[in-house]
């Protein structure tokens, strides 16, 4: 079979830079990426799963927040992710969510955010950075421990805002040492999972590709026609993916 097409978001701004890492982290997968960008066409028909990327603060419009004076907004970005993933999900097309996807995620199931985090949870290690400095902890039993382990995971992190309430048929995956959450997923049909980080810049950490071949994985079963859950749960047995 070719491989499966993945339709993924990003900001005008910045998605030129961005895009490239996370179409070869989905080569490496297994899968194709195509660029989606707000006020250009961008069809769950046409793919077989969906990676919403990272890039501005969500509009607290969407949950009830408030607004910030340091936020910045992509209303457009928020109106066409808010489409997608309801519209793949009710598709049975699974969603990844990176950074600002995982909050995308959450809020478009009905979850609400932490728009100041780190003044809530003080005890969390408050990095800024695209290098591997922030350690999480990821919950036994979950989709992400089978494909990723259970280990402490060193992650990047460049955010401010995070997950509050989660959204309906959510549960954590991950948290940072003081308890914030750092990744969410769905417990039932479609595989849906977000992260707070970017492993797409950490290609190079063989757990980091685990979370792509898990998306990968789920979308494969759509175009076989099988259920996603058990068939993410035997890819997790598979080898990871070489660096060429």
Not at 4 to 10: A, D, E, Q
Not at 15 to 24: C, K, N, T
Not at 159 to 181: F, K, P, T, Y
Request: aromatic share 6%; net charge positive.
């Amino acid at each position: 079979m070719t491989r499966p097409v993945i339709g993924v978001t990003t900001s005008r701004r910045s998605g030129w830079r961005i895009f490239p890492l996370v179409a070869f982290n989905l080569w490496l997968a297994g899968a194709r990426g195509v660029r989606w960008v707000a006020g250009r066409p961008s069809d769950v028909e046409d793919v077989d799963g969906i990676i919403i990327g990272g890039g501005d603060d969500i509009s607290p419009d969407l949950y009830g927040g408030r607004i910030v004076a340091s936020s910045r907004l992509d209303p457009a970005r928020d109106t066409m992710e808010v489409c997608l993933i309801e519209a793949a999900l009710e598709r049975g097309k699974p969603v990844l969510g990176i950074c600002r996807g995982s909050q995308m995620l959450n809020v478009a199931l009905g979850g609400r955010l932490d728009q100041d985090a780190y003044a809530t949870y003080t005890a969390s290690d408050h990095v800024r950075t695209i290098l591997p400095k922030k350690a999480v902890e990821i919950v036994p039993g979950t989709l992400l421990a089978e494909h990723a382990g259970t280990d402490t995971m060193k992650v990047n992190a460049l955010h401010s805002q995070a997950v509050e309430v989660l959204g309906r048929d959510l549960r954590v995956a991950a948290r940072d040492r003081g308890g914030m959450i750092q990744a969410i997923e769905r417990t039932s049909e479609p595989f849906a999972l977000g992260v707070q980080w970017h492993p797409e810049h950490l290609f190079y950490a063989r757990r980091q590709r685990a979370i792509f071949r898990a998306l990968v994985a789920a979308a494969d079963a759509v175009r076989r026609d099988r259920a996603q859950l058990p068939h993410v749960s035997a890819a997790a047995d598979q080898p990871i993916t070489k660096l060429p």
